[in-house]
């Protein structure tokens, strides 16, 4: 298998752009997450989905972020307006059945300025 | 969800072990403890998940003691590739929601 797909890699953007960012989880995994990574906040879960259903999104931190499943492979999460405090690496991971052992993808780097 | 402590950063040369301790006072019944590597510029990786006693597999090995309020993540003749941070999680089972810490950050060194 692949592994975990993500694209773009990177991403940069000016502020107030719709920015998307694509996840292509491991075929056969029912649990998908997106985490964003920085220097100061370090790895934060942002939103999880299982089955294609979001079970928790409490770290989505405003509505500019949203986040769908409209199939088992594939996610998008998307930023709009975007803003230069949302430059971050973002990570999606997949899982099956189990959470604890979760595939994590490349990451994208976002640079919003 | 148990708080984990860990230090912050680690120090070793090429072919020494290296021992990484977590702390988890508040672990409960249900929960197993995982460690994840992250190498830069990648995401993190799945490396081992124990419940109690001695857990090894091909990369590390977990020590928990009978009291579960701590385990050690052991590398063995670590190389320079296994400079890294890495992450100790306590969930339960199954636990979707995992909450990363700041993780250890191990330097290798010729």
């Known amino acids: 298998d692949a592994g975990v797909i993500q694209s773009p890699r990177h991403e940069v953007t000016e502020m107030g752009q719709e920015v998307t960012l694509r996840c292509k989880p491991i075929?056969?995994?029912?649990?998908l997450f997106w985490y964003r990574q920085t220097m100061m906040r370090g790895l934060e879960l942002l939103i999880y989905?299982?089955?294609?259903?979001?079970?928790?999104d409490s770290g989505m931190p405003e509505d500019r972020f949203s986040a769908k499943m409209p199939n088992a492979s594939f996610s998008t999460l998307k930023i709009q307006p975007s803003e230069p405090r949302d430059s971050a690496v973002y990570f999606c991971?997949?899982?099956?059945?189990?959470?604890?052992?979760?595939?994590f993808g490349p990451g994208t780097r976002l640079t919003v300025t | 969800l148990a708080k984990t402590t860990q230090p912050i950063s680690m120090d070793s040369y090429e072919g020494q072990e290296v021992n990484i301790t977590c702390s988890h006072n508040?672990?409960?019944?249900?929960?197993?403890i995982t460690w994840y590597q992250q190498f830069p510029s990648q995401g993190p990786r799945f490396i081992i998940q124990?419940?109690?006693t001695k857990v090894t597999n091909e990369v590390a090995s977990l020590f928990i003691p009978a009291d579960r309020k701590s385990s050690t993540l052991s590398l063995p003749r670590v190389s320079l590739s296994d400079t890294a941070v890495y992450y100790c999680?306590?969930?339960?089972?199954?636990?979707?929601?995992?909450?990363f810490g700041t993780g250890t950050r191990l330097l290798v060194s010729p």
């Open positions: 989905f299982n089955n294609n259903v979001p079970i928790d």
């Open positions: 991971a997949s899982s099956f059945r189990d959470g604890y052992e979760q595939y």
């Open positions: 075929s056969g995994h029912n649990s």
């Open positions: 124990g419940y109690k």
């Open positions: 508040n672990i409960a019944t249900n929960d197993y």
């Open positions: 999680l306590v969930g339960e089972r199954g636990f979707q929601k995992l909450v």
